[in-house]
């Protein structure tokens, strides 16, 4: 009994530890390197060193090993048309060589793993996925400040930053230190932990990744944060409004330029000589007064709220006139006469907005104080902008779209 | 060949090394044993029936054989390992992605420690039923219980070291009850007064005041340096006084320990090796994203074998929980080998039986009928905490069934409320003084003064009138008294009112449907025949054990007698508590909260 138990046990253990070699040795990269040397003849497999290849990127603080599959990234002779023995496409190597930035700077995912699923990020507890096509845009700005100076390289980017501008992110959210304070901070957005975004998450299917996150966020803001009615509700809390988020109605085209500018804004932080400080403002000079008003009408995100052009359209919960934010169209019919109060409101702000029904909690959103932000000389000209629009036509459907409830996406629960 | 072994063996080398020949002979049996250093801690002949792999299952051998496999396994990690913050992390994915086996090691490593806490925990459960802790292996226990503590410490130190968010918020959890511990916490009651977080238990404990560098070398060294140093030393003092004390099962033949111990030894290491290889290729260790001081994750749980405490924080303040318990309960397994009297029991394992205890037969221990009911209890009590705090608790620490997903949007919060003291103060004290026994001389005075009835009749009387009393304790304030948290608006009239908009107390909302269905009327009669039924459940337990409390009162005398009960009823308070808020909805039974003081 012991005889056979000795024997039986010690068998199972060699087998299990031969087993386990087995599974080390033979790992999923072996069978890429072994498939891409297949390829060669023997002149060109000369000076190839099979085995994980890895960059040491001290300065990055980061170890990338994509090569060792990707084998071919940096010898275009010897690339194959197929992945992920292609090499790189474009000049950018030349510019940013392999030795200085590794891979994951730019492409994102998990440069240390060794095993495809680990290395692009679709692994849980990894947080950095991996930009896959034009996203992979929006790394540039870590290193290069100002953007504008690469434009032609960066189309998606730049255009996501002023779809940013443009469609008055700014009024309630701040990027460094530009911006309202109304909603989130979005400075590190493009690092947020997915732990923070648990809940959201509970209200897609997967991927649940950062990427999709802001896709949806940005196609359908009300869809993640759909708010608690008061009949859901354990007696005596308060009920829950919606996201206050405009639904401004964004094209596929759009979502992906904003989300591939929302990755860019992380917390990378990396060392003095790999970045490029962001250039000056460019000085623009107005044709007139109200030109001058306009611009900072769009520059302080004034559009997301108040809609293009002060047209309104915009919900907001529980708020006096019929839980819409107002419109701007009759300011001259309100503060015609009395322009000092009009520009108090702006200073001062108006928080919180006017409920309609007292029972009910306050407005999410409301009007910011803006007596450190804009300067005087620009007040003036905001409210020469804000007089004069009464003169405009009313609201056609293009300029103003409509804040409803639109279709929900087909994975929300 | 066999010449060349002869010659071999007849060398000055050879027999330097090997004092005698390997031929099976009795000769040859005793000297493998006394003639090797390593199998010298066996004695030389044993009784056959110690080593039937029934009697033990091995559980001490196995322990130790897993605390050498990690110590080996350790060792190797240790090349690839580096305890710093920027570095840890890293080199935990290099061994999976990058080392040669070194996936494979790592999960070897964690599932020994996790496997050497469970075999520690049984061997210590299977020592307790055989009775193997009785004279003269009282001071074994001891060193045993210590041997378990550092095996615990031994583990959650480990656990820091792969740097992820695991690791982080599971330190989290234990560093912040050692900042919670009294006198010597920052957070904790009755702090002394040169205490500050600078020297704090918490700061003594992760070496500063946040977990960072510090930490994590204090940690390091801890885990592969000092913890193993001095649990290597109890560890020779175990195993000698076992060997010295020789084994708890002296029936059957002598028999010699090689090949028969030794070889049984050997088998079940291979067995242990074999299970552990089979899990380390089927399971990966787990290894969560890098650790971060500014995200948490919603739940934080502690390793397991400190979820049980962790739930106890649900029921207690962190100090009462994290300290007070803990050291309650290493101090009461301590103490259980000197206050446990009985000699019967040793050398076999407990068995159950139909037993009369007081006016009833219970299936019970036979031998030591409260010694392993109470110890049994005791070791359900704390897997059961650790199950809940595995499989029923979800963001928040909200309750979750283990088929329930779990949800971040969940909006039903369980209402809690908090007994008013004064009836707190009545259901402790009625509590407590149902420990009390009647000594043999008043006994007697009874007996002579109303006759030989009149002991039983007025324990009995005793016992329903407290399980009255705390039955009423629990119920009255429940169904009369303001809800305390709305005392001037009154917004609920009564706490059982207020209770009762939550769906998840379950006997509050029992009784709540009654008075709201039935009427109030009959509602309130139903609710007062339970509060009957209740107290005289605990009046009838109370008489049950009444004889036998007397009898261990005479037994044991004052001192052992009340660490007996003391411990006993406390342990029985946390069950009772734990009840308390999971049917009742009550949050503390007393509470000050000015000096930290809520149970």
Known sequence: ?413 | MTSVKQYVKKTKVWKSIFRHDFADSPRTRLQRIFGNVFLHLHPVRIAKDAIRVTYTWGLGGISFYLFLVLTVTGILLMFYYRPASALAYRDIKDLSFAVTLGGFLRNMHRWAAHLMVVTVIFHMVRVFLTGAYKPPREYNWVVGVLLLVMTLFLSYTGYLLPWDQLALWAVTVGAQMAANSPLLGNEGPFMLPFISTQNDARFVLVGGTVINDATLIRFYVLHCIAVPFLFTIFLAVHLWRVRKDSFSLQTGEKVDVWPHLVSREFVAALLVTVILFVWSIVMEAPLEAEANLNVTPNPSKAPWYFLGLQELLVYFDPWIAGVVLPTLIIVGLMAIPYVDTNPKGVGVWARMGWQRVGPTRLWVPTERPFAVSVFMLGVIMWFVLIFIGTYDRGPNWEWYWPWEPWSYRRLTKMTLKNLPNLWGLVLLGAYFLSGTPVPKPVRDQMAARGGPKAPGLASAALHVGLGLVIAAAIFIPLLTAPDPDYPARSRYPTLFESLGRSVNAPMVSLLYGWVKHVGPAAGYAMSGLVVLAFGGALGALGIAFGKFKDRLYDELGLIKYSVVMALFLMMMGVLGKIMLRLLFGVKYVFSLPQFNFNI
């Open chain 1, 1 to 413: 009994m012991k005889r056979v138990l000795f024997t039986v046990l010690t068998g199972a253990l060699t087998a299990l530890f031969v087993l386990a070699l087995a599974k080390d040795t033979n790992r999923e990269w072996t069978r890429y390197q072994r498939k891409f040397l297949g390829t060669l003849d023997r002149a060109e497999r000369r000076g190839l060193r099979g085995g994980i290849q890895q960059i040491l990127l001290d300065d990055l603080n980061r170890v990338d090993r994509c090569t060792t599959c990707h084998v071919a990234v940096d010898k275009p002779q010897l690339a194959l048309a197929e992945e992920p023995f292609k090499a790189h496409p474009g000049k950018l190597l030349d510019w940013h060589p392999p030795e200085t930035f590794g891979c994951t700077v730019c492409h994102g995912g998990q440069g240390i793993a060794s095993e495809a699923k680990a290395a692009h990020g679709d692994v849980p507890h990894w947080e950095e996925p991996l930009l896959r096509g034009p996203l992979v845009q929006a790394s540039c700005r870590s290193c290069h400040g100002n953007v504008e100076a690469i434009a032609e390289h960066v189309p998606l980017l730049i255009k996501g930053m002023t779809l940013f501008e443009e469609k008055g992110c700014y009024g309630c959210h701040a990027v460094k230190d530009f911006g309202q304070t109304v909603s989130q901070d979005l400075t590190e957005v493009g690092s947020k932990s997915y732990l923070l975004l648990e809940a959201d998450f509970e209200m897609m299917r997967p991927p649940h990744d950062r990427i999709h996150w802001l896709k949806r966020k940005l196609a359908h803001p009300r869809t993640l944060n759909p708010g608690v009615p008061q009949d859901r509700l354990p007696e005596g809390e308060e009920e829950v409004f919606p996201s206050a988020m405009p639904h401004v109605g964004l094209a596929e085209d759009e979502i992906e330029a904003l989300t591939t500018y929302l990755l860019s804004l992380t917390d990378a932080d990396y060392p003095a000589s790999y970045v490029t400080p962001p250039g000056p403002r460019p000085a623009v000079a107005y044709a007139s007064p109200i030109e001058h008003g306009r611009a900072v009408f769009e520059r302080y995100g004034c559009t997301a709220c108040h809609g293009p052009g002060g047209s309104g359209g915009r919900m907001n919960f529980n708020a006096g006139l019929g839980q819409e934010v107002p419109p701007l169209l009759y300011v001259k019919a309100y503060y015609g006469n009395n322009v000092e109060a009009l520009k108090t409101v702006i200073r001062e702000g108006r928080q919180p907005a006017p409920r309609q029904d007292v029972t009910r909690p306050n407005p999410p959103l409301y009007m910011p104080a803006w007596k450190d932000r804009i300067s005087e000389e620009d007040l003036d000209a905001l409210v020469a902008y804000l007089l004069s629009l009464h003169d405009r036509v009313a609201p056609s459907a293009e300029s103003a779209p409509a804040d409803v409830a639109s279709a929900p996406p087909a994975d929300v629960p």
